[in-house]
């Protein structure tokens, strides 16, 4: 888009409203004079009117007035013809201007016209660009607030995830960070730039943690130092007492040896008890925190990233699923539902299947609605589809199902074993 300015255009506007004016100021005169044209004519034409005696009437007839309607209709056909080739800026316009402007290096301009597309129609392109924007002016927060928007609108847009993940990088959150790189990643894996993006990450994310452990491991072995000379100059003092005088230079070489030696035994019960405890501590915590950050996930990205967080307790994971409403599976994954995914689920359901039935056949049959899932399972392994019917025979198959249970039950089977 040409970055035209627009006041011109408003010039050109009033300029043209203006020439609408006089056409319509001409319109009045022309219709005032032939009112006066036409009452002279009628009284040069009368009978024995001395203006016309001996003269031969050379005209024709008074000029031909165009009527008042024609006249306003090319006014207004003038008028629609001028409006319609300086239409009203729209979403498109306005996100195209903020590319020419952003490609200028004007990046609060670029930002206000991706603020007035996004105003006019809001989409995850333009959410995305003005975050891009953001982070060249160093607004982190903006920026990882505008990439969240874009990928509630398309949870599949690299970009968005990309821009986050720097984002969230600049303003320390690396975890966070990290995992955006890794989902934008399994989205393309062939992206070289978003595997360096996510390996600088790691880096940092690697070095901050072995900082935050190696503080507390200091201190642990600082106070193992201390109890540990501490129980030296105890037992110096006691062998001081027992040698006699003449034996004091042997006795105290022996005693060194031997101090020495109780004090690397006692350093290493010290610090293996402290590295068991701080261990201990640490797994309460993790696990405390896991119990009370589990919340229903809102998009594909969110039930992924918690999901793999989860891999290694299968009853957190259970709680993740349950926390889920059914109806709104197909909406949280839309079209980024992915076969491994799709498989853990079906091996989750089976662990409360006969507890609640109910919610595992809703679940089933939800999954079945999220868009592409046909196509998906048609294009499973053989093993994957192995797997899957040997689930149901065991399963989902079972004897003792309520009987209202089992018709569902089979129509399912024939869309996740049969693709059909």
Same mark, same amino acid.
């Given at each position: 888009?040409?970055?035209? %300015? !627009?006041?011109?255009?408003?010039?050109?506007?009033?300029?043209?409203?203006?020439?609408?004016?006089?056409?319509? &100021?001409?319109?009045?005169?022309?219709?005032?004079?032939? !009112?006066?044209?036409?009452?002279?004519?009628?009284?040069? $034409?009368?009978?024995?009117?001395? /203006?016309?005696?001996?003269?031969?009437?050379?005209?024709?007839?008074?000029?031909?007035?165009?009527?008042?309607?024609?006249?306003?209709?090319?006014?207004?056909?003038? /008028?629609?013809?001028?409006?319609?080739?300086?239409?009203?800026?729209?979403?498109?316009?306005?996100?195209?201007?903020?590319?020419?402007?952003?490609?200028?290096?004007?990046?609060p301009e670029a930002i206000e016209c991706y603020s007035r597309s996004i105003a006019l129609s809001?989409?995850?392109?333009?959410? #995305?660009?003005? #975050?891009?924007?953001?982070?060249?002016?160093?607004?982190?927060?903006?920026?990882?607030? *505008?990439?969240?928007?874009?990928?509630?609108?398309?949870? /599949?847009?690299?970009?968005?995830? %990309?821009?986050?993940?720097?984002?969230?990088?600049?303003? &320390?959150?690396?975890?966070?960070?990290?995992?955006?790189?890794?989902?934008?990643?399994?989205? =393309?894996?062939?992206?070289?730039?978003?595997?360096?993006?996510?390996?600088?990450?790691?880096?940092?994310?690697?070095?901050?943690?072995?900082?935050?452990? @190696? &503080?507390?491991?200091?201190?642990?072995?600082?106070?193992?130092?201390?109890?540990?000379?501490?129980?030296?100059?105890?037992?110096?003092?006691?062998?001081?007492?027992?040698?006699?005088?003449?034996?004091? $230079?042997?006795?105290?070489?022996a005693h060194g040896a031997q101090s020495k030696k109780d004090q690397d035994v006692g350093r290493?019960?010290?610090?293996?008890? @402290?590295?068991?405890?701080?261990? %201990? +501590?640490?797994? %309460? /915590?993790?696990?405390?925190?896991?119990?009370?950050?589990?919340?229903?996930?809102?998009?594909?990205?969110?039930? =992924?990233?918690?999901?793999?967080?989860?891999?290694? *307790?299968?009853?957190?994971?259970?709680?993740?699923?349950?926390?889920?409403?059914?109806?709104?599976?197909?909406?949280?994954?839309?079209?980024?539902?992915?076969?491994?995914?799709?498989?853990?689920?079906?091996?989750?359901?089976?662990?409360?299947?006969? =507890?609640?039935?109910?919610?595992?056949?809703?679940?089933?049959?939800?999954?079945?609605?999220?868009?592409?899932?046909?196509?998906?399972?048609?294009?499973?392994?053989?093993?994957?589809?192995?797997?899957?019917?040997?689930?149901? =025979?065991?399963?989902?198959?079972?004897?003792?199902?309520?009987?209202?249970?089992?018709?569902?039950? @089979?129509?399912?089977?024939? +869309?996740?074993? $049969?693709g059909k």
């Amino acid at each position: 888009m040409a970055g035209v %300015s !627009g006041k011109p255009d408003r010039d050109r506007s009033l300029e043209f409203q203006g020439f609408l004016n006089d056409l319509e &100021g001409w319109d009045y005169l022309l219709k005032d004079k032939g !009112g006066k044209m036409k009452g002279q004519s009628h009284e040069s $034409n009368k009978p024995g009117s001395l /203006r016309n005696a001996g003269k031969v009437n050379e005209d024709k007839g008074p000029l031909k007035k165009v009527p008042a309607v024609e006249v306003k209709n090319a006014m207004s056909r003038m /008028r629609s013809s001028f409006y319609s080739e300086e239409k009203l800026p729209d979403a498109a316009s306005e996100k195209e201007l903020g590319n020419e402007y952003f490609k200028q290096k004007k990046f609060p301009e670029a930002i206000e016209c991706y603020s007035r597309s996004i105003a006019l129609s809001p989409t995850s392109v333009a959410y #995305a660009n003005r #975050a891009m924007a953001y982070l060249k002016l160093k607004r982190f927060e903006e920026a990882e607030n *505008d990439c969240t928007e874009a990928l509630n609108l398309d949870d /599949r847009y690299v970009k968005a995830y %990309s821009r986050r993940a720097t984002a969230r990088k600049e303003l &320390g959150k690396l975890k966070a960070s990290m995992e955006d790189s890794e989902f934008a990643m399994r989205l =393309e894996p062939n992206n070289q730039e978003l595997k360096k993006q996510y390996t600088e990450t790691k880096a940092l994310y690697e070095k901050e943690i072995a900082k935050k452990i @190696s &503080g507390p491991l200091k201190k642990s072995f600082q106070g193992i130092e201390g109890v540990s000379n501490s129980e030296m100059g105890t037992k110096n003092a006691r062998g001081d007492h027992l040698v006699s005088r003449n034996s004091q $230079n042997a006795a105290a070489t022996a005693h060194g040896a031997q101090s020495k030696k109780d004090q690397d035994v006692g350093r290493k019960h010290v610090l293996k008890a @402290s590295m068991q405890d701080l261990a %201990s +501590r640490a797994a %309460s /915590r993790v696990m405390a925190t896991a119990g009370k950050s589990i919340a229903a996930p809102k998009t594909a990205y969110e039930f =992924e990233v918690s999901w793999r967080a989860l891999s290694d *307790d299968c009853a957190l994971q259970t709680q993740l699923l349950k926390s889920i409403p059914p109806p709104a599976l197909p909406q949280i994954f839309k079209n980024a539902l992915s076969v491994p995914i799709l498989i853990d689920i079906i091996k989750c359901t089976t662990t409360f299947f006969k =507890e609640d039935t109910e919610l595992a056949v809703n679940i089933l049959d939800n999954l079945a609605k999220v868009p592409r899932f046909d196509m998906m399972v048609m294009c499973l392994s053989s093993a994957d589809r192995s797997e899957l019917q040997q689930i149901w =025979e065991e399963v989902f198959s079972s004897k003792d199902i309520a009987a209202n249970y089992i018709e569902t039950l @089979s129509r399912l089977r024939s +869309r996740y074993c $049969n693709g059909k």
